[in-house]
C-alpha cells in the first residue's frame, strides 16, 4: 500500500534562511510523488512533482525538491523563506497500481510552514 | 491544466438535513474523486467517481452516507446526507489527470453543521 509520512506538524523559520519540509514515501512500484500548499480558506495548489528524471525538482514559486530514493524521502526545499510561505503543506504520493484507485492520491498529515519577519 | 469549480464554497446547515455539492471541470476526465478534510486535519478520501458506473467508496464511508453521481466526464456531485455536526469539514474535488500530469483541485466546500 502506498503511504506517506510528514514527521513535522510545525516548521518554523526566520525570513530570508532556508527552510526544508520534510516527507517520507512508501510505495509499491514507482513512486509519483507531489507537493501541495493550501493557504488558508484555499484549495489546494500544485508547487512540484516527481514522476522520472533529475532528482532535484524544481516547482513554483522558488521551492524545490529532493528525491532520494534510497532514504525514500522527498523532502520540500527553499533557499531563502518568505513571510508569504506560510501555509499548510501536502506531501502526497499517488497510487499507479490499478484498478479502481487508480490515480488517488495519498497525502500525509501537513506541515504548518511559519515564517516569521 | 484543469480548472475545477465547485458550489457552494460554504454552507451552513442544520442537524438531519442534506447538501450536495457539485464539481464542474473546464476539460472531460476520466475519474473524478471526492475528498473530505475535517479541521486540522489531512485530506481523506471519500470515493472515486466513474462515468458511467457506480463510484467506489473508501473504508468508513458509504453510499447512503455520500451518494455521488457522475452523469458525464466534466460533472459530479456529492451529497452528504442526513448531517451532523461531525460532518463539518472542507469538500474538495480533484481529477485524475494522466498518470505523469499533477491532479488539480477545486476551492473546496467548507461545510459547517449546526
Known amino acids: 500500500a502506498q503511504s506517506v509520512a510528514q514527521p513535522e506538524d510545525q516548521v518554523n523559520v526566520a525570513e530570508g534562511n532556508p527552510l526544508t519540509v520534510k516527507c517520507t514515501y512508501s510505495?509499491?512500484?514507482?513512486?509519483?510523488l507531489f507537493w501541495y500548499v493550501q493557504y488558508p480558506n484555499r484549495g489546494l495548489q500544485f508547487l512540484l512533482k516527481?514522476?522520472?528524471?533529475?532528482?532535484l525538482v524544481k516547482g513554483s514559486y522558488g521551492f524545490e525538491a529532493e528525491f532520494n530514493k534510497s532514504q525514500t524521502s522527498f523532502h520540500l526545499k527553499k533557499p531563502s523563506a518568505l513571510v508569504s510561505d506560510s501555509a499548510l503543506y501536502f506531501c502526497?504520493?499517488?497510487?499507479?497500481?490499478?484498478?479502481?484507485?487508480?490515480?488517488?492520491?495519498?497525502f500525509g498529515r501537513g506541515t504548518q510552514l511559519t515564517v516569521w519577519p | 491544466s484543469a480548472v475545477i469549480s465547485q458550489k457552494p464554497s460554504r454552507d451552513i446547515c442544520q442537524r438531519g438535513t442534506s447538501l450536495t455539492i457539485q464539481c464542474q471541470v473546464d476539460?472531460?476526465?476520466?475519474?473524478m474523486f471526492w475528498y473530505r478534510q475535517q479541521p486540522g486535519q489531512s485530506l481523506t478520501l471519500i470515493a472515486t467517481?466513474?462515468?458511467?458506473?457506480?463510484?467506489?467508496?473508501e473504508s468508513g464511508f458509504v453510499i447512503d452516507k455520500f451518494p455521488i453521481s457522475r452523469p458525464n466526464l466534466t460533472f459530479s456531485t456529492l451529497t452528504v446526507s442526513n448531517m451532523s455536526p461531525e460532518d463539518s469539514s472542507i469538500y474538495l474535488c480533484?481529477?485524475?489527470?494522466?498518470?505523469?500530469?499533477?491532479?488539480?483541485f477545486g476551492p473546496g466546500t467548507r461545510l459547517t453543521v449546526l
Open positions: 502526497a504520493v499517488r497510487d499507479n497500481t490499478g484498478g479502481s484507485t487508480l490515480g488517488r492520491l495519498y
Open positions: 510505495v509499491s512500484g514507482n513512486p509519483y
Open positions: 516527481y514522476i522520472t528524471g533529475d532528482n
Open positions: 476539460s472531460q476526465v476520466t475519474m
Open positions: 467517481a466513474n462515468q458511467g458506473s457506480e463510484a467506489t467508496y
Open positions: 480533484s481529477e485524475s489527470g494522466s498518470p505523469y500530469n499533477e491532479q488539480f
